[in-house]
T-cell receptor, first 110, second 115 residues
């Protein structure tokens, strides 16, 4: 099946810093989503971005489908940005469930 | 928009009993719903895919007789954990989508503890 690798696995930053999270995937995809999992386990949809670039406030994401990677940018980090960020994909050609990467655990220190 | 609910939020049951978890799409019709499981400090793993009115498709290694899935309508799917054992303790999360090439929306999850 498709492989999804996220880096870095852990990231500790000071409040106000910028960060870039990476997601590499091993095959073509129909769907790519970025999520933030809060401390209660709820997955918050950040971006649906199988290709192209999107921005939402301090967050933006870019997916280069031909090179099989996606990047999530967080600018001017706040302590509330702490948590686990997941990249998840649906392989091309199917209406399947998402395959998740292992996540990036982000800690923003005040 | 695009709200998915799950009930219950958490449940504790004794070994050998069955537990039913409901997943509802509140403001859209979900052609497909999915069930995932997440163990502590791990990622989410897809368990099964359910389409309204048809049998669920289970991922390799997931026992379909233990995890019964019913997708009775375009807004409701249920997961029943039968004869639960302590190793079934986990965080179960459902998602729903209006169709192919649409994003998936996740419920808040159900934390199951089997004693």
């Amino acid at each position: 099946g498709i492989q999804v690798e996220q880096s870095p696995p852990d990231l500790i930053l000071q409040e106000g810093a910028n960060s870039t999270l990476r997601c590499n995937f091993s095959d073509s995809v129909n769907n790519l989503q970025w999520f933030h999992q809060n401390p209660w386990g709820q997955l918050i949809n950040l971006f649906y971005i199988p290709s192209g670039t999107k921005q939402n406030g301090r967050l933006s994401a870019t997916t280069v489908a031909t090179e099989r990677y996606s990047l999530l940018y967080i600018s001017s980090s706040q302590t509330t940005d702490s948590g686990v960020y997941f990249c998840a994909v649906v392989p091309g050609g199917g209406a399947d469930g998402l395959t998740f990467g292992k996540g990036t655990h982000l800690i923003i220190q005040p | 928009g695009a709200v998915v609910s799950q009930h219950p939020s958490w449940v504790i049951c004794k070994s050998g009993t069955s537990v039913k978890i409901e997943c509802r799409s509140l403001d859209f019709q979900a052609t497909t719903m999915f069930w995932y499981r997440q163990f502590p400090k791990q990622s989410l793993m897809l368990m099964a895919t359910s389409n309204e009115g048809s049998k669920a498709t289970y991922e390799q290694g997931v026992e379909k007789d233990k995890f019964l899935i019913n997708h009775a309508s375009l807004t409701l799917s249920t997961l029943t954990v039968t004869s639960a054992h302590p190793e079934d303790s986990s965080f179960y999360i459902c998602s729903a989508t209006p169709g192919v090439f649409y994003e998936q929306y996740f419920g808040p999850g159900t934390r199951l503890t089997v004693t």
